[in-house]
């Protein structure tokens, strides 16, 4: 590895890998840092007889054309596969029943999802006023569509994406586009119509009309690509111990940078004249320590809860209701021991042997933390009791893996902005640090994609204003 570069990015999962992607195209030397010794992060497949595993996550929404320029540049565009048609049917736990979510005016005039007078209050949002604060997702809905239609299509809908509380988080932050309709047309219907022709100008789809997409072998097909294509650039097994600015940090400074590493376990100091953090914030905590302690300390203190996923297999003729959607969320109401269900085997094709069923089921987040903490048999007992109430399931699962993550997704709570200001600030004062992750701007993996170009288009601006390296 040379000992200077243009940029070093620390830490290759999807969103490091992206933005060394697009420096790269642009003809800039970058190096790639990471940790493990696989690139990818949490991205990650297993296959074991017959039975195709997500260990991060279990598929994307094609909400930008950036998605699929990425597979055409590193050579996998004929791997990517669109879900099936019945993934677009998805399930909310209502009194014990599943109930499919309306698509259609009609299907919600005549769903039992919400009572009578819950759709009467949906029809009182056009003449909802704006907030004057800073409010939860809770907050909005409530006030805008009713407590009914948060307790059982935000909640369920919260917990499946952040595996969060719509009570902590913010909706400003977690759901900016959402507070957006209301920011700028007054109402959520409304904008709703009139954004239209703005996503479109945009080359954006709504994300619930967007596709769903996988890979043949698994999400983890885009990782291995991009790390493949990067080739040599790519460091695994190093550890970033510290990043320390070789010349001044103000804002006349010209952003050198000294990053120090161990390599399997061997020191190692390389030069840069900018440096991305594409890490987890608790772990870009302790890189910005040295320059800035109440900035660590905030990016410390994003809370990320504990989430148990548990892979079950089980034989089709056990199961003794169609596996016809993407499969179901449960409200907090329904007070469940699980979060929801990915009918897996369903949504794309070679996920389990044939006559089998995968399921792929969610326990802990923001709702419960402590069941994540429980062992593997008593998880796997837990979620079968679950399924074999809800879904009609005989018998046991013929195959199980259990999965876990200690800090699984950041959540976007009350006061988050504040933290995205101070990071913004730190950038100014530090010119040539960038903060990139799923801390800031969006946790879905196309979220992840939008913000590497738009911060390795801000990385080359830097470039060309303080070292002529490219032009804009």
């Not at 409304?190 to 009309?209: H, M, N, P, S, T």
Request: positive net charge; proline residues 5%; charged residues 20%.
């Amino acid at each position: 590895m040379a000992d200077h570069h243009d940029v070093v990015i620390i830490g290759a999962g999807i969103t490091g890998l992206a933005t060394a992607w697009w420096l790269h195209k642009a003809g800039i030397d970058v190096a790639l840092l990471e940790h493990d010794p696989v690139v990818g992060g949490t991205m990650k497949t297993d296959h074991d007889g017959g039975w195709l595993i997500e260990t991060g996550p279990n598929s994307a929404l094609e909400t930008t054309p950036l998605l699929k320029a990425i597979s055409a540049d590193v050579g996998i565009a004929h791997e990517l596969i669109y879900a099936n048609d019945v993934a677009d049917k998805r399930y909310i736990l209502r009194d014990g029943v599943l109930h499919p979510l309306p698509m259609t005016p009609g299907l919600f005039l005549t769903s039992r999802l919400w009572s009578i007078p819950g759709k009467f209050r949906l029809m009182k949002e056009p003449f909802i006023g704006r907030a004057s604060k800073e409010e939860t997702i809770a907050e909005f809905v409530t006030r805008r569509l009713g407590k009914e239609f948060l307790d059982y299509a935000i909640n369920p809908f919260v917990a499946g994406v952040y595996a969060g509380n719509p009570e902590q988080l913010s909706v400003q932050a977690a759901f900016p586009k959402l507070y957006a309709l209301e920011k700028k047309y007054g109402g959520l219907i409304k904008g709703q119509i009139l954004g239209v022709r703005e996503r479109k100008k945009r080359a954006e789809k709504a994300k619930d009309r967007s596709r769903l997409f996988s890979y043949r072998r698994g999400m983890q097909t885009l990782p291995e690509a991009i790390g493949k294509a990067l080739g040599s650039r790519v460091c695994t097994n190093t550890n970033v111990e510290r990043v320390v600015p070789s010349r001044g940090t103000g804002e006349a400074s010209g952003g050198s940078f000294r990053v120090a590493a161990t390599q399997n376990g061997k020191n190692l100091s390389v030069n840069a004249n900018a440096v991305i953090l594409a890490v987890p914030s608790y772990v870009a905590s302790t890189i910005v320590e040295s320059l800035d302690i109440p900035l660590a300390t905030s990016l410390k203190n994003i809370y990320y809860p504990p989430v148990a996923e548990v892979f079950l297999g089980f034989a089709q003729k056990d199961i003794q209701r169609p596996l016809d959607g993407f499969g179901f969320l449960i409200p907090s109401k329904e007070d469940r021991r699980i979060l929801g269900t990915i009918w897996s085997s369903t949504l794309f094709p070679n996920r389990a042997p044939a006559g089998h069923a995968a399921l792929t089921s969610f326990v802990g987040g923001s709702r419960q933390p402590d069941l994540a903490a429980l062992s593997d048999s008593e998880l796997t007992d837990l979620v079968v009791e679950e399924l074999q109430s809800i879904m009609r399931i005989s018998g046991r699962p013929i195959y199980s893996r259990v999965m876990r993550w200690d800090k699984a997704i950041p959540q976007y709570r009350i006061g988050h902005l504040a933290i995205v200001r101070s990071m913004e600030e730190f950038e100014s004062r530090h010119r040539g640090m960038f903060l990139s992750g799923n801390y800031r701007g969006g946790i879905a993996v196309g979220d992840c994609i939008i913000n590497s170009e738009i911060v390795a288009n801000r990385v080359k601006q830097f470039l060309a204003e303080t070292t002529n390296i490219v032009s804009l």
